[in-house]
């Protein structure tokens, strides 16, 4: 295809072969676009017509070239992460990238904690976990992109932290950040405004900027793919499984040593030594849990797997990493969390193990509630 063709509002090369790449149009919009001479980019294209915008993903070295800049600007940088998977919503290096701009890290999806969650507990691990990757954020905050009331405050928050300067929100894809930002767009500039105040034409580090009153901006830059992410490894319908839309109704569960847990075909949890005690389960609710024999376990997930245990459907099994065990001694009161799931907590001291697919996390933390 053409390479000269550009985006009217991006400024963006327009491709018609990679639907989740920089530029793609379909074929048919393209024709139209170049017909018209109103050719926009899918992304420009939603942006203008249903004030969505859709995240795109970038390669690592684009995305790396994107952080560098970032790090010579003077500006705030909004780390947007998915609290329901915390590891692997993380930006590598990130802390390295940044220079000395200040961090305002966001957990998004508050909506979905329970009740019985303390917001401040949450806070409070997340501020402990960025210190042991290197970050120091200047705060930790939690929103709900879903939710305007909560964007007017983080807007309120931003307002404090980024001193006249301009603020580059960053995220890794999956998080929230689009819902988020569509959100922040609704309440600051509208939709037109932002097409047109594009300043970088022609880069093909797409960045959307949003006016600011003081003549700044706040610029959306493209997620990029983090390979330890449940998320990746599923298709869209599992997506909306796994990923809780409402608020978690937590399940309890009554184990003796030598039970199994399946969460979907996922991930598993061992139950091997301790007294009977109870296992507090947080993930989607439409999430199917099944309670099995230790010793029959392994055999039973390979029986079952994309079968009654789904997700991944029939069709994914194949491509489906093979789940990878974490054993753990429990000594108080503990969350066992699997990336991109949830957590299970366990109240009595023993030994218990996680498994999750190859790539994705489990990590053990004192338990939130
Ligand atoms: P992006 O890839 O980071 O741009 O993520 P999206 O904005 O596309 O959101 C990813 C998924 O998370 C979608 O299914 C959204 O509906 C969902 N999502 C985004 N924000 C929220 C939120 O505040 N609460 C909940 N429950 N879901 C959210």
Not at 74 to 89: K, Q, T
Not at 126 to 144: F, Q
Not at 193 to 214: A, M, N, Q, W
Not at 304 to 313: I, N
Request: net charge negative; with cysteine; proline share 5%.
């Amino acid at each position: 295809m053409n390479e000269e063709w550009q985006c009217i509002g991006c400024g963006v090369h327009i491709q018609t072969s990679e639907p989740d790449q920089l530029g793609y149009t379909p074929k048919a919009a393209f024709e139209r676009g170049v017909e018209s001479g109103e050719l926009y980019c899918q992304r420009c294209f939603r942006l203008r017509h249903y004030n969505d915008i859709q995240d795109v993903s970038l390669t690592d070295d684009d995305f790396l070239r994107l952080l560098n800049e970032i790090g010579t600007e003077d500006a705030l940088i909004v780390n947007v992460v998915d609290i329901f998977d915390f590891n692997g919503s993380l930006i590598p290096g990130l802390h390295r990238f940044v220079g000395d701009n200040p961090v305002l890290l966001v957990g998004n999806k508050l909506d979905v904690l329970p009740k019985s969650l303390k917001p401040s507990k949450m806070i409070q691990w997340m501020r402990e976990r960025a210190h042991e990757e290197g970050l120091r954020p200047i705060d930790v905050k939690l929103t709900s992109a879903k939710k305007a009331s909560d964007i007017e405050s983080l807007l309120e928050t931003i307002e404090t932290y980024r001193k006249g300067r301009d603020v580059y929100v960053v995220g890794v894809t999956n998080v929230g950040k689009s819902t988020l930002i569509n959100q922040i767009i609704r309440q600051t500039a509208g939709v037109k405004e932002v097409i047109t105040t594009s300043r970088f034409p022609g880069t093909t580090l797409d960045k959307i900027e949003i006016p600011l009153e003081d003549g700044h901006f706040l610029i959306d830059t493209p997620g990029i793919i983090h390979r330890h992410q449940m998320a990746h490894y599923l298709g869209k319908k599992d997506l909306k499984i796994i990923a809780p839309q409402k608020e978690i109704k937590p399940k309890t569960y009554q184990l003796n040593a030598e039970q199994t847990l399946f969460l979907g075909g996922l991930a598993r949890f061992d139950y091997i030594q301790g007294e009977r005690s109870s296992f507090t389960v947080y993930t989607a609710n439409d999430l199917d849990l099944h309670r099995t024999k230790l010793e029959k376990a392994t055999a039973f997930y390979e029986k079952h797997v994309g079968g009654l245990l789904q997700p991944p459907r029939p069709d994914e099994v194949a491509e489906f990493p093979e789940l990878v065990r974490f054993e753990f001694s429990i000594k108080e009161r503990t969350d066992i969390v699997f990336a991109g799931l949830g957590w299970i907590t366990v109240t009595n001291p023993g030994v218990v193990a996680g498994w999750a697919p190859k790539g994705v996390d489990v990590i053990k933390r004192k338990a939130l509630i």
